[in-house]
């Protein structure tokens, strides 16, 4: 904006160069400093990366890019980076690797896998991390027939997936979001720093300048997003599903609800069957056709929920035609809502929240929906074929992710979340929580686990994905016995809605051989030795544990794939080095995670921007080549040779799912001209590459809100391949899938779980939103761990892998228990003290810091700042290591021993959900000692032939040489 | 020369940053980082960056302070860089004439060919805007991004400051504060913008936004304190049943 | 701030060569001082060397010492420019004033007195650096320039003592050291108690605007480790550490070299020679601590962005 620059009265002017072009290329790709996906410019000069920003035209981030974005080259060019591949040629753990060609390695690989197929396929558990290529991943896993597959979801987020999807066919973040530009009133539950980044980021700002809404937050902690709230509600972990029953009591009480809302888009009015004891007890009555029925008010007889003019009531008993009695789900809803200890004076001790701020929100969220209505001036038309003429919303908008997701409760607690959501009329309408395109999806996705013994043959691929929702107990993966038949437990009777896996349990019990042995543990890009496993210490432990009898280790082989040095690198037979994310062709594709907005359908490549210096592989190519080596069918053709011969482009371009819909939805066609389904085009990439590696069609206008009941929508989203037939996706307020399982819990039906399991299933497969106390805390002695411990990841560093990065790791080297001040000084704690933090499973030694923004009852801290010595080729003494610390050392993956001697899993008992933030501790002064965080590990050796670690770095030094001709300014240590 | 300009310059380019969106994410601070690490003041040197005690020059740091107390209490992200004072004492104390103000636009830079590395301008900054490279022996700053908004290489959009640009919140802007018709001028004045240590006297170019009061009392979002029960007499229907249940 | 050894040095020995440099330009003119060249030459290497060697010591501080000739330039503005004009200037009436007194046998009255002026206008300009210097309140302040100047002339008197000593004492001359002692006590005293009690010029709440919103504390530094700006300007001393430093500077560089500098009342020859040395050694190093503490104590504005509630 400024226009003269050149106005050089000064001599001092002279030597400054305000016209050079920062880049002789700028090429436009993916960012994957953490799982955003944004849309960057990677500015190129001299071959080397000058600089990297937001992509203005990208509809994720239009522009604006974070740090960890912005902290790119100093990831891309670590000295972290592994170099070739290894084998490990020292006992396990102890770092001593040999380097080996590629043609090595994969003959290696290909030998234990193919053994492996060629005998029992289960043997092989190949698990993901915080990949973006599960759309390729568990295609795979399928096609090598093994059914232990997952990635990082299980111990992540699944709880609100898993919620979300069963009750309303869509979820937060990569399904759905805010609608900033209406909503009056934001409600925001347990966000960590960062998570989703630059969209909530550019959210939020556009909401506070707006200065016409409310945003509120509910997290233990008062940083980051909760910072700028307008309300900051500091709850006790684990009790928002308590605030969220009492503020749904609150509305109820004063029939603040969207009846007419819950009465056409919602299963509210649906009879539900009142037959204690009978096998359908609890299901939904259904007339002969299947359709559900409800009570029509006008004509006061029982009619098919489908049938359009009914005016359906939503409460009272109703008699069925075969005599028994029903009564509407909203009815029994209600009831449980309702009950005392739900009222917001009951719940005020346990949240911590005063009962008079609760029914202040509750009038709030009232006022905001019913008194603040938005309309927006488009005619629509339901799936009934009812005509609105216009558009008219709750404007209350909520977003919920991991504070509520990592609780033992945290299935039912979403659950709750969505229920309050729907009782305002407050799902796609304007100003409310909008779906992002594929979503919404039926509730759930008609998509099941596979893995039964039918399924898994050896030397055969199964006959459908790994993951998948059961809708009944016949969905679920067990034994004739009831025990679970996969590694992980996921869809057995201890996780039975296990939609994303359960990935923290699969070391544990590969170790334990329970529910059975492995062969290889197949790894990629998750830090299982370190920060992404609980009970590290036992972690390394198991896995370099051996068989007294035979020797061997009793995790047999494990291989795995990461592009740096990190701690799992260690404890690998076979290391795979990956390349960075500037260095290969990657795909954020419509059947993984999209990137797509409530506006418009979107995916996205990533593209090659410099090539690798060292012999490394996208592991997404080494997984391709794999599996054309292994023969297997969907990479082979029927005579061998290879189907995609080009790699994983060829893969990108060619593979397709089902006909027509491939990896990529945009520029199908031969002559690229289709949009989501269309045959192969051989110029695809290209045309991503032309437009700047993405792909985005907007919505019809007519068919952007309410589309799960809009028929513009559903229609366009069959034309695109979303979803299968354009039927109604009725929000579920009452879940009658968890109620099957109920039953079965009660000895009805042919699936049932082994008595020792029932009691557990039957109460926690309740249909009607539930809340009780997570398991950790009920388990152990309130007294003797008298505090809350959790975690969140930094904003500079949310969601990203690359700690060893120079710009970031100054912002954070080191991390600190932060303890309230009030709380500190009743411990007798002051800043900077040595703490012992004690768990039912163990004991850390940490440093301390005060503050008052957090829950009393609470401590916290920056979550995956800790490394082990030596490893990220940091230096051995490196604050990370020295200062820094993992709670997760304290975090056990069972609960503590229950009366009858059995362990579960730290999960959630519906999805299995890793329960990292049940942890409860207490908290002691200690004398500060060496002033050395415990525990401490051996320093790990740095890979061979790694770069030395530069003692200066002047990164960019050469750039401004090239400019200057300036001899002082050149060799940058990289 | 050090001597301040003798007309001060009509144009006052500078930033206003709103304290009130801004959520500590650091992005402003890393992209200034990175822009400026190949730009006119480059390297950005970093010390020991894998080593036990990182330390780099960076023009653009985010502080985090706690506020008031309780229910009062309040969490506050500070960005802090280069404020580009009217009256800039870092440049008048400079012995050399690498410290200086631009006549044209106020920006106050370092010729870091003129710099001895005394370091008396970073005793002078009360902001701590001045960043000693100890490795290149002299002092480096903000340079409000010269490379940038003046680079005719950019498209227009494009020729703000590296920390504007990426700003995920939009809680940084750019423009002319010596124009009182500038957008910036106008959300200073709109929103109170103030000036850090004015007691200084240093008279900042820079502004910041304060947090706006927050909405957390009866009746803030026009909504009562509490719902009233639904009434019996409005209690057709579902109401009555509600109503019904809760008297049981 | 930190206390730099070399900065600290430096003004240690220039201030006691350019105190006892204008001793010699203002007293040898009038007579005072012994005419013999041999004491022209030791007290003028003596002053010309702790010059030389502070300056040669200050340049230990830049980051581009080849460059240091630059700093002569912006005198318009720069106190530290015009310290550097003044001490090269200084050095032009010195030098003449050295020549005639040593090799001619003729103390240039001018250029005495030039020297002399030159000398203390180059310590003001010191002192000026730092009492100018806004962002320091405790170096901001009216004490600093009486303290720079009379620790200076302090210093220099206790080495024009001891070479008088050698050379030929001046009984009339005794009176000087203890008066400039008791002055300059009087004057560091004074700068104590005034830091001590001064109201903060600004606080955590001024600096970051938020004051008005309740009292500010610091929750988490931009970043994990030190950088250069609480290298350099966040030193800290502890309260009781300063208070016991206080009390060394007080009896090394005042009361032991005030008690020694009373000796040639009542002792001469050898005995006053040895008193008259350990005088300026004392009071010296007590100048030295002194200025340790004139750096550790002060505290920089920009801590207040850093955790420090106030300055």
Redesign the interface.
Known sequence: MPDAGNGNNDRQDATLRLDTSSADRITRTTCYMCACRCGIKVHLKDGRIRYIEGNRDHPVNKGVLCAKGSAGIMTHYSPARLRKPLRRVGPRGSGEYQEIEWDEAMAIATDWLGAIRRSDPRKLAFFTGRDQSQALTGWWASQFGTPNHAAHGGFCSVNMAAAGLYTIGGSFWEFGEPDWEHTRYFLMFGVAEDHDSNPIKIGLGKLKSRGAAKFVSVNPVRTGYSAIADEWIGIRPGTDGLLVLALIQELLRAGKIDEEYLCRYTNAPWLVIQDEGAADHGLFARDAAGQPLVFDSVTQVVASAHQVDARPQLAGKVTLADGRRAVPAFHVVAKRCLEPQYSADAVAAETGIGADVIRRIAAELAHAAFEQTVVIDQPWTDWTGRRHDRMVGRPVSMHAMRGISAHSNGFHTCRAIHVLQMLLGAVDSPGSFRYKPPFPRPTPPAIKPTGSPAQVQAGKPMPGPPLGFPTSPLDLLVEADGTPRRLDKAYSWEAPLAAHGMMHQVIHNAWAGDPHKIDTLFLFMANMSWNSSMNTTGTIDMLTDKDPATGDYRIPHIIYSDAYASEMVAYADLVLPDTTYLERWDCISLLDRPICDADGVADSIRQPVVAPDRDVRPFQEVLIDLGTRLGLPGLVKEDGSPRYPGGFPDYLVHHERKPGVGMLAGWRGAAGDKQGVGAVNEGQLDAYVANGCFWRHEIPAEARYFKHVNRAYLDWAVGMGLIDKAEPIVLQLYSEVLQKFRLAAEGHGDVQPPDQHRERVRTYFDPLPLWYMPFEEAAVARDAFPLHAITQRPMAMYHSWGSQNAWLRQIHGENRLHIHRATAARLGIADDDWVAVTSHHGRIKVQAKLMDGVNPNTVWTWNAIGKRSGAWNLAPKAGESQRGFLLNHVISELLPVRGDGYRYGNSDPVTGQAAWYDLRVRVEKIAAGDSVSEPQFATLPVPPHLPERPGVLRYGAGFRAAVHGDAKATGDAK | ????PAQPSA?R?GLVID?????????C???C????????A?????????????????FN?????????GA???????P?SCLHCAEP?C????????S?K????GIV?V?E????????C???????AR?????????KKCTLC??R??????D??D??P?CV???????RH???LGDPDSAVSKLVAEREG?????????APTNK?L???P???S?G???????????TPA??G???G??DR??SQ | MHPSLSVILFTTASGAGYGLLALLGVLAPFGVLPADRMFGLVALALALGAITGGLVSSAFHLGQRQRAWRAFSQWRTSWLSREGVAAVATYLPAGLFGIGWVFLGVVMKAAGLLSALGAVATVFCTAMIYRSLKPVPRWHNRWVVPNYLALALMSGTLWLMLVLQIFGPRPELYVLAPATIVLAAFLKLAYWRFIDSAPATSTAGSATGLGSLGTVRLFEAPHTSENYLLKEMGFQIARKHAARLRRIATGLGFGLPFVLSLAPFVVAGWPAVAAAFVAAALGTAGVFVERWLFFAEAQHAVTLFYGRSEV
């Not at chain 2, 020369?1 to 301040?4: D, E, F, K, V």
């Open positions: 020369m050090t001597s301040l144009k380019l304290l009130d969106i801004c959520v500590g994410c650091h992005a601070a890393v992209n980082k990175e822009w400026n690490s190949g730009g006119v480059a390297p950005l040197t970093d010390l020991a960056p894998y080593g036990a005690d990182p330390d780099g020059v960076w740091r985010v502080h985090t302070f706690e506020v008031g107390e009062a209490g309040r969490t506050v992200h500070f802090r004492a440049v008048t104390v400079c012995p050399t004439g690498a200086y631009r006549a044209e636009d830079l010729n060919d003129l710099c001895i590395g005394c370091k008396l970073s005793w002078a900054c009360p902001y701590g960043e000693f490279d100890e490795d290149a022996g002299v002092m010269i490379d908004i003046y680079n005719t290489t950019f227009p959009e020729r703000v590296a640009a990426t700003c995920p919140a939009s809680a750019f423009g002319d103030f000036d850090l240590m004015a007691e200084m006297g240093y910041y304060p947090p706006r927050r909405q957390q009866a803030c979002t026009g909504a009562p304190a509490r719902l009233a029960p639904a409005q209690a229907g579902l109401l049943w509600l249940l809760l």
